[in-house]
């Protein structure tokens, strides 16, 4: 026959059993967002980077090749040229910053486990 135990006794293991659960789910929500975090920041700072190269690059690089290109092909035909080619720089720099943001992935298994606990928790509606 089993041994009986009080109720404050089954209470406090189950209080146990719950905040050990919880802090269970914390540690796997911080190992999942660490690395979604990570490749969200480094596509966010692509996507700064090729907005500072649109910038300081068509400013400062750009004025000083088109007067050089200026000079053998003429300052409109060099102007076009120039622009082309940092519009291509601050593309490729984009679809960089698109790539690392879709392997962000949030937390996919502690949601999962998250609505395990709730659907275990919460009593079926049906069954009422």
């Known amino acids: 026959m089993t041994e009986r135990r009080p109720i404050s ?3 406090g293991d189950i209080s146990t059993g719950v905040q050990d659960l919880v802090h269970q789910e914390i540690e796997l929500a911080k190992a999942e967002l ?3 975090g990570r ?3 480094i596509g966010g700072a692509l996507f700064i980077g090729a907005g500072a190269i649109v910038v300081f690059a068509l400013l400062f ?10 000079l053998l092909v003429g300052n409109g035909w060099s102007g076009l040229i120039l622009g082309v080619f940092w ?3 601050a593309g490729l720099a984009v679809l960089v910053g698109v790539k690392r943001f879709k392997k962000v992935k949030g937390a996919p298994k502690t949601v999962e486990s998250v609505r395990g606990i709730v659907s275990t928790i919460t009593p079926n509606r049906s069954e009422r």
């Open 9 to 11: 006794t089954l209470l």
């Open 34 to 36: 660490r690395d979604s």
């Open 39 to 41: 490749n969200a920041g």
């Open 61 to 70: 690089l750009s004025l000083g090749a088109w007067w050089g290109l200026g």
């Open 87 to 89: 519009l291509i720089v």
